[in-house]
C-alpha cells in the first residue's frame, strides 16, 4: 500500500494555537507520519490572533464554504498556512474564532462552543473533499470533533472523496466529553436518530465524545495504560460501560516529544549545551538556575522541580503536604506553573519564607521552563491521572530524572528503579497519597547520593528514545489495518 492521505482535524496544533497536549499530538505527529511517506493535511478553525501572536503567515485559498448553523447561513472561506513543510486548511468566521480564548474566558467556557466547533467540523468535512485526491483516514481529536464519524456515516457519505474514509479518533482527556443541552440538536441539524443511549445522548444531554465512541472506526488514547484505565470506574468519568461495549477497537499509542525542538545539546535558552557523555553542561545549568531563582549555589544540594498547572489532578496537593519538610531536609525546589488561587498563595509564602530554597514563578513562561527541565535534578509529577503526559519525556529528555505517579502515560514512559533498576529512568509510586510520594523521593534521594548510580539512571532517561516515529509508526499500522479490513 503505498502512501496515505490524512486529514487531521482538530480544535489546535502547534505552533498555531495551543492550549495544551492535544496541540502537541496535532502539531508533531503529522509531520511525523510525512516522513513515513503519507499525504498530510492539519485542519483548523482560523484562531486570527492567535496566529498573529505565533507569527504564522497565512493566505487566502480563494474558495468558501456556506454552512446553515442556528437558523442562519454563513459563509466560512478558507485560508492556508505552510509551517515546516506541513499543511493546515484554517476555517475562518471571526465572530466565533477571533476571540481571546480558544475555548473560553480564564477558568471558563464559552457558551456557544457547540455551534463553534460543530460548524467547523462540517466545514472541516467539506474542505476535506475538496483535496486533489480521496482522503483515506480522517484523524479526529477530543470531543471539539467529536460529532464527525457520525456526520461522515450520515449527513455526508455523498461526497465521494471523503465516504470511504476511515475515522480514527483519538481520546486525549476523558475527563472533558462535551456535554451540551438536547435544544442544540435542532439548531444545528444532528442526526436525531442517533441521539438515544447507544449513541450520543447522556442522561437527556448531547455528548460529542461518546458520538465518536459510538460511530468511528477506531479509537485511540495517548497511552497503553490509559486506555485500559478509562476501562474503570476509577477512571471512566461515568462512561466506562459505554467504553467498554466498544474496547474491541481502542487501543493506546504513547505521545511522542520533537526533539529538534527539546533537545539539550542545541537549546540555546540553556546556560550551557549538555548530551548522554557529555554532561558537564548540566551542571552549569544547575548552577545559572540557583543563582537566577535566588537560591544558594550548591552542586550537592538536591534541586526538585515541578513544571504544572496547580490542580487537584496534577496532584499538586501531594507535593504542598510535603514541601515544608523537603525544605527542613535540604532540599530545593522550584515552581513553574498557575492554577488554585490558594496553592499559588501559599508556594508565595514559602518562597517568601524561604527564599534560599523554593522558588516559585506563577505563570508560563518558555524559556524559564527550558532552564528548570535542564537544571534540575529531580522532576516531580505526582499526577492522580496523566493520559500520556508531555512533562515526564522533556525532562528525561534534558537529564532530569522523573518521580512520578505509576498511572496513564507516566507509567509506560518512566522505567520504575524499584522494578527494574538495571534499566531504571526515574521512580513510581502507586498510592496518590503524601506518604507514597515522599517514600518514592526519598528512593530517589539515596540514589543520588550515589553519583555513580545517579549518573547511569540520569543517562538512560537522557538517552531515552522520545521521538514520534515510534508512534507514527503505531498509528501507520493501525491506518493499514483499517482500510485492508
Known amino acids: 500500500m503505498s502512501g496515505l492521505n490524512i486529514v487531521f482535524i482538530a480544535s489546535e496544533a502547534s505552533p498555531l494555537a495551543k492550549t495544551g497536549g492535544l496541540a502537541d499530538v496535532a502539531g508533531s505527529l503529522p509531520h511525523a507520519l510525512k516522513h513515513l511517506g503519507h499525504d498530510l493535511t492539519v485542519i483548523l478553525p482560523f484562531y486570527r490572533r492567535h496566529l498573529h501572536q505565533a507569527g504564522i503567515e497565512t493566505a487566502p485559498l480563494n474558495q468558501t464554504i456556506d454552512i446553515w448553523a442556528d437558523g442562519t447561513q454563513r459563509s466560512c472561506p478558507l485560508h492556508q498556512a505552510i509551517y515546516d513543510d506541513l499543511r493546515f486548511i484554517l476555517v475562518e468566521q471571526d465572530d466565533l474564532f477571533d476571540r481571546d480564548g480558544i475555548y473560553g474566558p480564564a477558568g471558563g467556557a464559552y457558551d456557544d462552543n457547540l455551534l463553534r466547533y460543530l460548524l467547523f467540523s462540517r466545514v472541516a468535512l467539506e474542505a476535506a473533499a475538496r483535496l486533489d485526491r480521496p482522503v483515506d483516514i480522517l484523524h479526529c481529536h477530543d470531543w471539539q470533533t467529536g460529532m464527525i464519524p457520525v456526520l461522515l456515516k450520515t449527513q455526508y457519505q455523498h461526497y465521494p472523496s471523503i465516504a470511504h474514509a476511515k475515522t480514527v479518533y483519538t481520546i486525549h482527556n476523558l475527563a472533558y466529553q462535551g456535554y451540551f443541552p438536547a435544544t442544540w440538536i435542532h439548531r444545528l441539524g444532528l442526526p436525531s ?62 505521545n511522542g516529544l520533537d526533539i529538534d525542538q527539546w533537545d539539550p545539546s542545541t537549546d540555546n535558552a540553556l546556560a ?159 498510592d496518590a497519597t503524601p506518604e507514597a510520594f515522599d517514600e518514592a523521593l526519598e528512593s530517589a534521594i539515596a540514589c543520588y547520593r550515589h553519583p555513580h548510580h545517579w549518573s547511569d539512571i540520569r543517562t538512560r532517561a537522557l538517552k531515552r528514545d522520545s521521538s514520534w516515529e515510534a508512534s507514527a509508526a503505531a498509528y501507520t499500522q493501525l491506518y493499514k489495518h483499517l482500510l485492508e479490513r
Request: aromatic share 10%; proline share 4%; glycine share 10%.
Open 272 to 430: 550551557a549545551t549538555f548530551a548522554a557523555g557529555h554532561i558537564a553542561g548540566k551542571k552549569q545549568c544547575k548552577e545559572s538556575l540557583q543563582q537566577q531563582c535566588g537560591l544558594t549555589v550548591s552542586a550537592d544540594t538536591p534541586l526538585l522541580v515541578l513544571i504544572s498547572r496547580l490542580a487537584d489532578q496534577k496532584g499538586i496537593d501531594l507535593m504542598m503536604a510535603n514541601v515544608t519538610k523537603w525544605v527542613d531536609r535540604g532540599y530545593q525546589i522550584v515552581v513553574l506553573g498557575s492554577g488554585d488561587t490558594v496553592t499559588e498563595h501559599s508556594l508565595h509564602a514559602l518562597a517568601d519564607t524561604h527564599p534560599s530554597s523554593v522558588y516559585f514563578w506563577r505563570g508560563f513562561n518558555e524559556t524559564l521552563a527550558r532552564q528548570i527541565y535542564a537544571g534540575g535534578d529531580i522532576f516531580l509529577m505526582p499526577s492522580r491521572f496523566e493520559p500520556c503526559g508531555l512533562g515526564q519525556l522533556m525532562a528525561m529528555r534534558y537529564g532530569t530524572v522523573p518521580v512520578v505517579r505509576a498511572t496513564g502515560g507516566l507509567k509506560d514512559t518512566v522505567i520504575d528503579h524499584a522494578a527494574c533498576p538495571e534499566h531504571a529512568t526515574g521512580f513510581h509510586f502507586t
Open 193 to 254: 436518530h442517533h441521539y438515544h443511549p447507544e449513541g450520543y445522548e447522556f442522561h437527556s444531554q448531547i455528548n460529542c465524545m461518546k458520538a465518536a465512541i459510538a460511530d468511528a472506526d477506531a479509537l485511540t488514547t495517548v497511552s497503553p495504560t490509559y486506555a485500559e484505565e478509562i476501562l474503570t470506574a476509577e477512571y471512566g468519568c461515568h462512561i466506562e460501560g459505554f467504553l467498554r461495549n466498544h474496547a474491541y477497537k481502542l487501543s493506546g499509542i504513547v
